[in-house]
């Protein structure tokens, strides 16, 4: 997936999103972020808590369709996917 080329729809949007940064606390791993190269700050896409929590600071909008549809998929899938694997590990 190439997330290089977001078309800005939004009248007021000026970017395309707010940029976190890591504290070194927490299980936190950037999926996308403004520079590939640094995986510590400028982040867009996280996922944490084991898997549990997904949080994305851009708009989807800002996409196409093709791009977004199987980030989606790939949301839902993993999100199940680790609540269900952490269910049959607690029994």
Known sequence: MSFTKARDKWIYSGDLGSLMALT?????????????????????????????????????????????????????YNALRTTFLEDENLE
């Open 24 to 76: 070194g606390h927490g299980d936190a791993l950037f999926l996308i972020g403004k520079d590939a190269e640094d995986e510590y700050k400028d982040g867009a896409l996280t996922v944490c808590m084991g898997g549990q929590l997904i949080v994305q600071t851009f708009s989807s909008h800002s996409f196409p369709y093709d791009k977004m549809y199987p980030l989606w998929e790939n949301y839902i």
